[in-house]
Nanobody, 118 residues
Framework: VQLQASGGGLVPPGGSLRLSCVAS????????MGWYRQAPGKQREPVAV???????NYADPVKGRFTISRDNAENTVLLRMSSLNPEDTAVYFC?????????????WGQGTLVTVSS
């Protein structure tokens, strides 16, 4: 399974960005899809996840500002981010749980950098 993330960039405080991640390759199905982030000098942390049924869960710092969604037909997960602040600066990684040849495994994208700065 290959994950291609895009949409990062430089945005001023209060701005918005949309991240996209597309899964490709050979797999039977995908259940969980999500976004994690890693700020400089910090550990990777979960941001938002969405199940194959559409249930969502958000980290407290992003609740009310970020929205995760998915398109199962396109194997895509989106993260709409608004009211961004400098603390949101990080490399954002997408993650999927996929069934490959009968076994479930987790897969990571390469990361896309989000910088919030004036």
């Amino acid at each position: 399974v290959q994950l291609q993330a895009s949409g990062g960039g430089l945005v001023p405080p209060g701005g918005s960005l949309r991240l996209s991640c597309v899964a490709s390759g050979i797999f039977n199905s995908i259940n969980i899809m999500g976004w994690y982030r890693q700020a400089p000098g910090k550990q990777r942390e979960p941001v938002a996840v969405i199940s194959n049924l559409g249930s969502t869960n958000y980290a407290d710092p992003v609740k009310g500002r970020f929205t995760i969604s998915r398109d199962n037909a396109e194997n895509t997960v989106l993260l709409r981010m608004s009211s961004l602040n400098p603390e949101d600066t990080a490399v954002y990684f997408c993650y999927v749980g996929a069934n490959v040849r009968g076994s479930w495994s987790g897969f990571w994208g390469q990361g896309t950098l989000v910088t919030v700065s004036s």
